[in-house]
């Protein structure tokens, strides 16, 4: 399976410090995509990082993949209250999305 | 991207009975799919749904047990069939590429008694 695994399933940061999250695969993918659910409720897109990429920022996130250790991490950089939500790495390779477990961040103001 | 919709956002149903879920896509698009979500648990893809073709669904997934029904490029419906508690899960929709980044509706949260 290419399923991805987050690491930590879970962490508690105070309001402005950084947040980060890894997720490890188990297959060659095409690309690796991270997602931000509150709640239980839907996922949001956050980025998508393509296999011959290392890494990729928006805003206060940045995202590094490795290939060669089949794994990824999402930086999260002054961390806000809002922030607080589970992260899911997804990975398509001949498959569409197969999502980790994910990791669940609370932040604390 | 897309705007979605779900109906119902919630229900609580009987053991033995099915429901409908319904989503809408604000532009049309043409693919859907359909994700599970149990329980503190990761999603897990039920099916794609392609407009004017039968859905493909993964493994462990079948269509006497979650029916879909694509009738245009902008809706979808699911049909969760004879539920049992095992059901109980957050129910999504979601559009966009095959093998690239989707977007997703709210979801729908099934409880079944």
């Known amino acids: 399976s290419q399923q991805g695994e987050e690491d930590p399933q879970a962490l508690s940061i105070q309001e402005g410090e950084n947040a980060t999250m890894n997720c490890s695969y188990k297959?060659?993918?095409?690309?690796l995509q991270w997602y931000r659910q509150n709640s239980g409720r839907g996922l949001v897109h956050l980025i998508l990082?393509?296999?011959?990429?290392r890494e990729k920022h928006s805003g206060r996130l940045r995202v590094t993949l490795d290939t060669s250790k089949k794994s990824s991490s999402l930086l999260i950089t002054a961390s806000r209250a809002a922030d607080t939500a589970s992260y899911f790495c997804?990975?398509?390779?001949?498959?569409?999305?197969?999502f980790g477990k994910g990791t669940r961040l609370s932040v604390i103001a | 991207s897309a705007v979605i919709s779900q109906k119902p956002s919630r229900d609580i149903c009987q053991r033995g009975t099915s429901l409908t879920i319904q989503c809408q896509v604000d532009?049309?698009?043409?693919?859907m799919f359909w994700y599970r979500q149990q329980p503190g648990q990761s999603l897990t893809l039920i099916a794609t749904?392609?407009?004017?073709?039968?859905?493909?669904?993964e493994s462990g997934f079948v269509i006497d047990k979650f029916p879909i029904s694509r009738p245009n490029l902008t809706f979808s419906t699911l049909t969760v069939s004879n539920m049992s508690p095992e059901d109980s899960s957050i129910y999504l929709c979601?559009?966009?590429?095959?093998?690239?980044?989707?977007?997703f509706g709210p979801g729908t949260r099934l409880t079944v008694t």
């Open positions: 979601s559009v966009g590429s095959y093998l690239g980044e989707q977007y």
């Open positions: 297959t060659s993918i095409n690309n």
């Open positions: 990082i393509r296999s011959n990429e």
């Open positions: 997804a990975t398509t390779g001949n498959t569409p999305l197969v």
């Open positions: 532009s049309q698009v043409t693919m």
């Open positions: 749904a392609n407009q004017g073709s039968e859905a493909t669904y």
